[in-house]
């Protein structure tokens, strides 16, 4: 069973900055792509940014280049998701999304609260 546990949400101002974690209870971290995708009150859960299991691709939704920055350290099962120059409609939740490429397996943690006040 595969747990994600994100940390890190809260509430900041804009052009203020946070770093979500997302922890992995997982045997073989690197096997599995990290992703982050956010969900605003009322709208469709969306893709933030991405990094391969290596940590040597990483892609992003427009808005978010350039301000946010995806990691992960493969030896604490833990990917990160800086995020600068925050804007209100950066106000989501933030979900973690773990996936194996090719397979059906694809985990999502429970969700971080980010609020952005303007």
């Known amino acids: 069973q595969v747990q994600l546990v994100e940390s890190g949400g809260g509430l900041v101002q804009a052009g203020g900055s946070l770093r979500l974690s997302c922890a992995a209870s997982?045997?073989?971290?690197?096997?599995?792509?990290m992703r982050w995708f956010r969900q605003a009150p009322g709208k469709e859960r969306e893709f933030v940014a991405g990094?391969?299991?290596?940590?040597?691709?990483?892609y992003y939704r427009d808005s978010s280049k350039g301000r946010f920055t995806i990691s992960r350290d493969n030896a604490k099962n833990t990917v990160y998701l800086q995020m600068n120059s925050l804007k209100p409609e950066d106000t989501a939740v933030y979900y973690c999304?773990?996936?194996?490429?090719?397979?059906?397996?694809?985990?999502w943690g429970q969700g971080t609260q980010v609020t952005v006040s303007s």
């Open positions: 999304n773990a996936q194996i490429p090719g397979t059906t397996y694809d985990y």
């Open positions: 997982v045997r073989t971290f690197t096997i599995y792509t």
């Open positions: 990094i391969t299991g290596s940590g040597g691709g990483t």
